[in-house]
Antibody, heavy 119, light 107 residues
Framework: EVQLLESGGGLAQPGGSLRLSCAAS????????MSWVRQAPGEGPEWVST????????WYADSVKGRFTISRDNSKNTLYLQINGLRPEDTATYYC????????????WGQGTLVTVSS | ATRMTQSPSSLSASTGDRVTITCRAS??????LAWYQQKPGKAPKLLIY???TLQSGVPSRFSGSGSGTDFTLTISCLQSEDFAIYYC?????????FGGGTRVEIK
């Protein structure tokens, strides 16, 4: 059974930083592109970033480009999202999802981790 | 960016009803179109991909059709567990984009 478990969310001040992690199990992690998708309260999902299976290619939404960095450690089956320069509009539940690259949908999702940006 | 427009934004229906939700892409996405179901407090769940392929484990009352710019999700006989929000999403080009959602409520 595929499981994706996010961690690292919490309350942060505007301009601050957080590092989100997603521990994957039940799949051959190194074979798949992985993504982060966020959802602000009461809103629909918003794609944030995707990383290729090898980590050599990354893609970002314009709203986070230059502030967020996606990375992965295939030896640890873990996906990361480094978030810098936090803004109130970054407040959302952040989901880790399998897919998003190579013309693949998001077929597995984690339970999400809530990031709240407020002073 | 490819804009995804869903209609209606909400609908009320009864169990046993046939429900149709449409999704229009601002530019062609071939068949790289997925449908997700989301219930309160839960992550979205993949129902259909490649516009019409049912994800493993999803009941056959769900079906999808379309290609290019116009797509449809149909629930043939609405069940109580189907009351949720449904989103379409294109995965043809970056940025990957979702529709605004359709809330299916109990009449």
């Amino acid at each position: 059974e595929v499981q994706l478990l996010e961690s690292g969310g919490g309350l942060a001040q505007p301009g601050g930083s957080l590092r989100l992690s997603c521990a994957a199990s039940g799949l051959t992690f190194r074979n798949y592109a992985m993504s982060w998708v966020r959802q602000a309260p009461g809103e629909g999902p918003e794609w944030v970033s995707t990383i290729s299976w090898s980590g050599s290619s990354t893609w970002y939404a314009d709203s986070v480009k230059g502030r967020f960095t996606i990375s992965r450690d295939n030896s640890k089956n873990t996906l990361y999202l480094q978030i810098n320069g936090l803004r109130p509009e970054d407040t959302a539940t952040y989901y880790c999802a399998k897919g998003g690259g190579d013309y693949n949908p998001f077929d597995y999702w984690g339970q999400g981790t809530l990031v709240t940006v407020s002073s | 960016a490819t804009r995804m427009t869903q209609s209606p934004s909400s609908l009320s229906a009864s169990t046993g009803d046939r429900v149709t939700i449409t999704c229009r892409a601002s530019q062609g996405v071939y068949s790289y179109l997925a449908w997700y179901q989301q219930k309160p407090g839960k992550a979205p769940k993949l129902l259909i991909y490649a516009a019409s392929t049912l994800q493993s484990g999803v009941p056959s009352r769900f079906s999808g059709s379309g290609s290019g710019t116009d797509f449809t999700l149909t629930i043939s006989c609405l069940q109580s567990e189907d009351f949720a929000i449904y989103y379409c999403q294109q995965y043809y080009s970056y940025p990957l984009t979702f529709g605004g959602g359709t809330r299916v409520e109990i009449k």
